[in-house]
Structures are given as C-alpha cells and as structure tokens.
C-alpha cells in the first residue's frame, strides 16, 4: 500500500508526523513523502523535511495524509499545485487523510463538499465556507475521507487508521510501542478548556501570520 | 536560546518532533538540527530530516533535545561521535533532555548515573544497567536533565518543558494552539494497561529489530 505523506513549505510538521509514526510503523505500508520537488522543505517552526517524490511521480497513491500549516491562511491561496494532484488522485485512493487545517486544502480541491469534517479550532468557519459541513470532532471517518482536528489530533487520527487498515489488535500494538498513554501537564487543549484569555491569544495570533 | 535538536540514523520521528513542536514555536528559542554531517537523516520508518549543522558548529547549545529509536541496542554500540558531543555539551547546556530510548545515549555520556530518569518500557533495565535510576514515570526534571518515556512522551515533556522555560500560561497556550486534547481510540499505550500477548509481541518486535 503506498501511502503519500504530503510536504510543502510552512506545513506544521507535527501534523504530519503524528499519523506518519502510526501508520509507516505497518511492513504492509510503503511511504513516500512528496512535495512539488524534490529536497529541502521547511515546516513552519524551521524543520526540515525531504520530499522523496514529486506530485508527479505519485499519481495514484492508496492512501493521502494532508497536515496543516499555521499559515494556512495564504497557504490556502497559494497551493495550486497540491490542491490539482489532491483533486486528481482523490478519486482512486482508498484513504485521503487531513490532519488540523490540512482539511481546507481538501475542501478546495472539492473532496469535502457536503461532507462531515473536522479541522483545527480556528480554521473551522472558513471550513464550512469552502463546502463542508464542520464539526466539533477530533476525528471524522466520512467513507473514504477521514479528517483529524488541530496538530496533535493526528496520533489519534493515525490510531484510528490504523484499526480501519488492519484491525484493533494492530493498532493497541502500535498505540504500545509509541506508548501512547498521553498525561499533558495541563488541561488546556480545546477552546471549550482554555481560559478565554488564552483563546483570545490563540485568535490574534492566528489572524497575524 | 539555542536549542539543538539532535538527528541520527535510524532514529524514531515523533520522538522528536513532539518536544520540538512545543518547543519551537516560542520566539525565544532558536532551532538547530545537529547530526554528524550536514544533510538527510532518515528516521526508523523512512521519513528523511535534513541536518543544519554538525556537532562540531553547535558545541554550546542552551538545550538539548535527543530522541531515541526502535534500534536503540545497536545505535548504543555505533554512535560515539554523538555520545561524545553529548559529554562535552551538556556541562555547559541549562537543559539536556531526552525522549524514549534517547535516555540511554545520555547514560552512556554519563549524564545519568545514579539520577532518576525514564526512558521506553522496553529499555528500563538497559538505562538501569547504565547506571540511572530507571524509574516508571511519564517525564522526570531531575535538575538540569529532563527524560520522557516512549514515543508520544515527548509531546508531555515538550510542554512541561515550556512550563519551566517560560510559565505556565505559555505552555497553556501551546497546548491550546497544538489542540493537545488527546482521545486515542484505544486504552493500550503502557505495558500495564495493554493484553499480555501485545506486551510479548512488543518484546518480540524489539529483540528482532
């Protein structure tokens, strides 16, 4: 099963690697990282990723994990390149995948149209101005499309995937050996949890990237 | 603060990149990504990093963040020029912290004999035999060397981390913004909550790699 881990300039590479580190752990799945070139690409806190593979040479893969960005706001303007390869190798994968504002990416390429789907906090109206219909989720399985709210919700959506893949066994193994049995220090990781101070932080900041 | 974010051969992604997306995202902190050479690194499941410095041009970093690997056994035969990095930095770092088995790189520097530390389950008596006080815990501060367990601990260490470096509402905000509200699917992620038989299976797994 060839799995396309998306990469581009500014992504937020824990959403990625969140769901990378779940999945590609399974022999049965073969990763490939792809980007619109070859080399370097930098995620938005200055790590590095490489791209393997270009769109192009991964027309058909079975399965899509598309992350977010913290600047998914221009980002959303200024990926035609992956949003045309998201429309086009959609329809023949078994899974396409995002993980927090990775969503609007698909919901420009129109793969979410009507569609239950979750993204993070604050992308979430723009969500439903692009088509779909957002929910308060970590994570939706709507048939062949899958959405993971903000960032961190990728190991959860990675999890999930993992026991539609395969089965429950495989993926309480997966979930033991990345020892997943998370203990934040604090209880702070929703709009609904955090003092609203903190959240009014959370939107200025957003809307200043 | 210069914060050096050590990459290897063969190392495990998430364990890195939880504690860095914490981390990075503050202003305050600068990001490097040593390894012995300049250029791609690929993780444990194929995923490739690409190195921004060496350790030679980094020898005084504030922090130090190293990650661990599913091939922990051998890479503690095979990686001096990290371990020796590793003694000669961590004198002069505020914080040399760990993730998984990254715990027994710093053992063999030195850096943890007779302090508590943690590490992965399955490498508890190894960090032991190395001469730390291998104890069962999430994230252990031990002055000035903070370790995690396996994995996805990283994230809980990069956030009490930023607790230490900051306050307490900044890792609030961070947890808010990485929408780090964890549901995994499943009940799994320590040897103590999961079935006996995944337990001998992970044990399998890791004597195999």
């Not at 990775?102 to 088509?131: F, Q, S």
């Not at 190991?155 to 309480?172: H, N, Q, S």
């Not at 979930?175 to 955090?194: H, I, M, N, R, W």
Request: glycine share 6%.
């Amino acid at each position: 099963m060839d799995a396309a881990f998306v990469l581009y300039e500014q992504m937020t590479a824990l959403d990625l690697v969140g769901p990378y580190e779940m999945l590609a752990a399974n022999p049965e799945i073969t990763p490939h990282f792809v980007a619109e070139r070859h080399g370097p690409v930098r995620a938005d806190s200055g790590l590095q990723f490489n791209a393997t593979a270009t769109f192009n040479e991964l027309p058909r893969p079975d399965l899509i994990v598309v992350p977010g960005s913290s600047h998914w706001r221009s980002i959303l303007e200024s990926s035609d390149a992956l949003v045309a390869w998201l429309a086009a190798a959609h329809p023949t994968a078994t899974w396409t995948t995002s993980v927090c504002t990775g969503a609007t990416l698909l919901a420009k390429a129109g793969i979410l149209n009507g569609r239950p789907a979750t993204t993070h906090w604050l992308a979430r109206e723009v969500l439903a101005d692009l088509g779909a219909d957002a929910r308060v989720e970590r994570v939706i399985i709507d048939g062949d499309v899958v959405t993971a709210a903000g960032v961190s919700a990728g190991l959860d959506m990675g999890l999930t995937l993992v026991a539609e893949l395969f089965d429950d066994d495989r993926a309480k193994l997966i979930q033991l050996v990345t020892e997943y049995d998370p203990q934040p220090p604090f209880d702070t990781g929703s709009p609904e949890k955090a003092p609203a101070v903190l959240v009014d932080l959370a939107r200025q900041f957003d809307q200043s990237v």
